[in-house]
């Protein structure tokens, strides 16, 4: 699966929204990316996945660049809930069954009040 | 409460000892994975399950580790003659239509393992 780099941290202030980049530039056609964060003594949490569209759910956004090498997530309004470790991981989705997700070091989002 | 179950939530042991955790995944989820998780760091995958078959072993997964997922339900992770290096928290995950992009994986809030 190709590799992934973030921002080790960021800052936002509460209300405002959350943008948070990933960087993926080897990525390869079959491949996805997906987002998932980690709260403070949590398991990992999945928000979101795109493939080459734009996506948006109930939590969040996935803004994926025209030629797949970059990708942003946005929380519209953060919330101080929303401080976490984000992970930006990039998956083969197969026939024979998914790989394994590879977690990073991810983004520390601190969301400031 | 219908999400990931892992037992218990810490253990202290010694060095030289043998622990084992659990993991009762959302039932009915065909697939298990395990992972660690060290300070600082992003969870580790160790090995994955589909029902009771373990498909897939990490290079971290040293022959002291042993899981099993006997009947395709709740798994087991033991670690033999633990090792301060062990000190991890233990991530249980699982999920369902393993083949499709819909495949979410839903982790328990772990095991804090502290070797001494």
């Known amino acids: 699966d190709a590799k992934t780099t973030q921002p080790p941290s960021m800052d936002c202030a509460e209300g405002r929204a959350a943008n948070l980049p990933c960087n993926h530039s080897?990525?390869?056609?079959?491949?996805?990316v997906y987002w998932y964060r980690q709260i403070h003594s949590q398991g990992p949490q999945y928000i979101i996945h795109?493939?080459?569209n734009n996506e948006t759910n109930e939590m969040a956004s996935l803004i994926i660049t025209e030629d797949r090498k970059s990708s942003t997530l946005i929380l519209p309004h953060a919330t101080l809930r929303d401080t976490a470790v984000y992970y930006c991981i990039v998956r083969k989705i197969r026939n024979s069954g998914n790989t394994p997700l590879v977690f990073g070091k991810g983004t520390r989002l601190s969301v400031i009040a | 409460d219908t999400g990931v179950s892992q037992d218990p939530r810490h253990k202290i042991t010694k060095r030289g000892q043998n622990v084992t955790f659990r993991c009762d995944p959302i039932?009915?989820?065909?697939?298990l994975y395990w992972y660690r998780q060290t300070l600082g760091q992003g969870p580790e995958f160790l090995t994955y399950?589909?029902?009771?078959?373990?498909?897939?072993k990490s290079r971290l997964l040293s022959d002291r580790f042993s899981a099993e997922r006997p009947k395709g339900s709740f798994s087991t992770l033991e670690i033999q003659r633990t090792e301060q290096g062990d000190s991890a928290m233990y991530l249980c995950?699982?999920?369902?239509?393993?083949?499709?992009?819909?495949?979410?994986?839903?982790f328990g809030s772990g095991t804090q393992l502290s070797v001494l």
């Open positions: 995950a699982s999920s369902l239509e393993v083949r499709t992009t819909n495949e979410k994986l839903f």
């Open positions: 080897t990525i390869s056609g079959n491949e996805y």
């Open positions: 039932s009915e989820h065909n697939r």
């Open positions: 399950f589909q029902n009771e078959a373990q498909l897939e």
């Open positions: 795109g493939l080459k």
